[in-house]
């Protein structure tokens, strides 16, 4: 299960983006993002516009299983999308078409993972530019300490 940070102080109220009519759902993602090829691991989010600090940048959505099918359908893959929420369910995001899925891990992230009532959430630690990929530090992962780390930070501790 990924390991929780805290995130910095929230914006203030008069800065934050107009509320969405009740019932209706928000969007998964807040910004404008895409996904593709990345010097970590495969496919990467990019900020396709500049994202401001202690914003949530959206969330990875995908179907809600079991963990004992999360732990299942991980065993023996190279990348998983999937991310427990609970010590009863996950979100496995493998199917998704939506780019947030693609966050690759570092050990200097720029972004951390939030669990909120069993949704997967993505805050900006700092400001975003445009094109700078997306990262979080997964914290503990179905990989267990068996994937060489490939981010490139200067404090890489080198596995998964």
Known sequence: MPRLTSLPAAAPPETEAPARPRGQPQPAMRYALRAGPSRIDGLGVFAAEAIPARRKI????????????????????????????????????????????????????????????????????????????????????HHEGRLTCRCGAANCSGRL
């Open 58 to 141: 959206g969330e990875m959505r995908g179907e809600s299983i079991s963990v004992r099918e999360a732990r299942r359908r991980a065993k023996g893959r190279a990348r998983v999308h999937i991310v427990e929420v609970s010590e009863t369910r996950a979100v496995d995001a493998t199917d998704s078409p939506e780019p947030m899925r693609n966050i690759n891990h570092s050990c200097a992230p720029n972004a951390v993972l939030r669990i909120r009532q069993g949704r997967v959430e993505f805050y900006a630690l700092r400001d975003i530019a445009p094109g700078e990929e997306i990262t979080c530090h997964y914290g503990d992962s």
